[in-house]
């Protein structure tokens, strides 16, 4: 997320308005869906999760997600939506997603360049959230097809001479080798996911003997990283000196506390201020890319209460 901001960002800054802040409504991203499609709003949301600040505008654009897109494509954009909003319309979406992964594996066979399809990780974690009925009899039907497809790639495998000698002329490893692995690989992520799941199908003994297939590097991955963890950080209150309507309506330079917050990110090429704003609640993103605050940055959701007061909650951070 954090090169994504970067990109964003530094382009933003040539937009910036007399406040030196760049402002964007949720209101306008369907629009640019219906005319750009989706790449543009997530170039233009800078990958932020919509569906906190805006709800009707994220439940909407979930329809222009493609079933199955590239596991990191939009990653910033809707992993956490579908991983934490537990709603009927993006369990289902999570659902098909799924299924269609997993038929994208069923339909794996062996062939001469041994080219295995994966499991998206993150879509992983969604199903495990929601844990949908039925969808364990599905991996468990996708997890015996990659058995016999990895007992059909060991058979083939060349003797251990040839192997050694393809290591050479294949970049590691004969191209059997590698399939087998990642079938390998497969088996082990979906005998896993059973386990999250709480399935009768599960089988322990299994996980474990698929882990001693994996290659050395494969065996302890940071599988953590694909999860979501959607935490809640501890907000202040600031106490306005007027009412407000809206948080487009606010003078950043004249409230003592945003003024405080932007402080040294210049509006210049080399930091950004850029505002998501639905109405009485929005993302602040402050950030540098060179300078004396390069290399860092912070998004801050902010929230007007009963028009006099805002609350400010830090909800993400990096240093590079």
């Given at each position: 997320?954090?090169?994504?901001?970067?990109?964003?960002?530094?382009?933003?800054?040539?937009?910036?308005?007399?406040?030196?802040?760049?402002k964007v409504f949720t209101r306008d991203f369907i629009p640019i869906a219906k005319e750009y499609g989706i790449d543009s709003v997530f170039y233009v949301s800078g990958g932020l999760p919509i569906y906190k600040i805006d709800?009707?505008?994220?439940?909407?654009?979930?329809?222009?997600?493609?079933?199955?897109?590239?596991?990191?494509?939009?990653?910033?954009?809707?992993?956490?939506?579908?991983?934490?909003?537990?709603?009927?319309?993006i369990k289902k979406k999570t659902v098909e997603n799924a299924i269609e992964n997993l038929k994208m594996l069923m339909a794996d066979s062996i062939n001469t360049e041994c080219k295995i399809h994966s499991l998206d990780d993150?879509?992983?974690?969604?199903?495990?959230?929601?844990?949908?009925?039925?969808?364990?009899?599905?991996?468990?039907?996708?997890?015996?097809?990659?058995?016999?497809?990895?007992?059909?790639?060991?058979?083939?495998?060349?003797?251990?001479?040839?192997?050694?000698?393809?290591?050479?002329?294949?970049?590691?490893?004969?191209?059997?080798?590698?399939?087998?692995?990642?079938?390998?690989?497969?088996?082990?992520?979906?005998?896993?996911?059973?386990?999250?799941?709480?399935?009768?199908?599960?089988?322990?003994?299994?996980?474990?003997?698929?882990?001693?297939?994996?290659?050395?590097?494969?065996?302890?991955?940071?599988?953590?990283?694909?999860?979501?963890?959607?935490?809640?950080?501890?907000?202040?209150?600031?106490?306005?000196?007027?009412?407000?309507?809206?948080?487009?309506?606010?003078?950043?330079?004249?409230?003592?506390?945003?003024?405080?917050?932007?402080?040294?990110?210049?509006?210049?090429?080399?930091?950004?201020?850029?505002?998501?704003?639905?109405?009485?609640?929005?993302?602040?993103?402050?950030?540098?890319?060179?300078?004396?605050?390069?290399?860092?940055?912070?998004?801050?959701?902010?929230?007007?209460?009963?028009?006099?007061?805002?609350?400010?909650?830090?909800?993400?951070?990096?240093?590079?």
């Open positions: 997320m954090k090169n994504t901001l970067i990109l964003f960002f530094a382009f933003l800054t040539t937009l910036a308005n007399a406040q030196g802040i760049r709800s009707n505008v994220a439940l909407d654009f979930s329809d222009f997600v493609p079933t199955v897109c590239h596991p990191n494509k939009y990653e910033d954009l809707f992993r956490s939506m579908d991983q934490n909003w537990l709603i009927e319309p993150e879509l992983l974690f969604s199903l495990i959230k929601k844990n949908p009925d039925s969808i364990d009899l599905q991996i468990m039907n996708c997890y015996l097809h990659c058995i016999e497809l990895a007992n059909g790639y060991k058979k083939i495998f060349p003797s251990a001479v040839s192997r050694f000698i393809d290591s050479f002329n294949y970049g590691g490893a004969h191209p059997a080798v590698k399939g087998y692995y990642s079938v390998q690989l497969n088996c082990y992520e979906l005998m896993w996911t059973l386990g999250k799941l709480q399935s009768k199908y599960f089988d322990e003994t299994k996980l474990n003997d698929h882990y001693l297939r994996l290659w050395n590097w494969k065996q302890n991955r940071d599988r953590i990283r694909f999860d979501d963890p959607n935490l809640d950080y501890v907000p202040k209150v600031a106490i306005l000196d007027k009412e407000y309507n809206s948080i487009a309506e606010m003078d950043f330079s004249s409230i003592h506390i945003l003024k405080i917050m932007a402080a040294g990110f210049d509006n210049d090429k080399k930091c950004w201020k850029y505002l998501l704003v639905n109405n009485k609640i929005a993302y602040l993103v402050l950030g540098c890319q060179y300078g004396s605050f390069g290399g860092h940055g912070s998004t801050f959701k902010l929230e007007i209460i009963d028009k006099t007061k805002l609350k400010i909650t830090e909800i993400a951070a990096w240093v590079s």
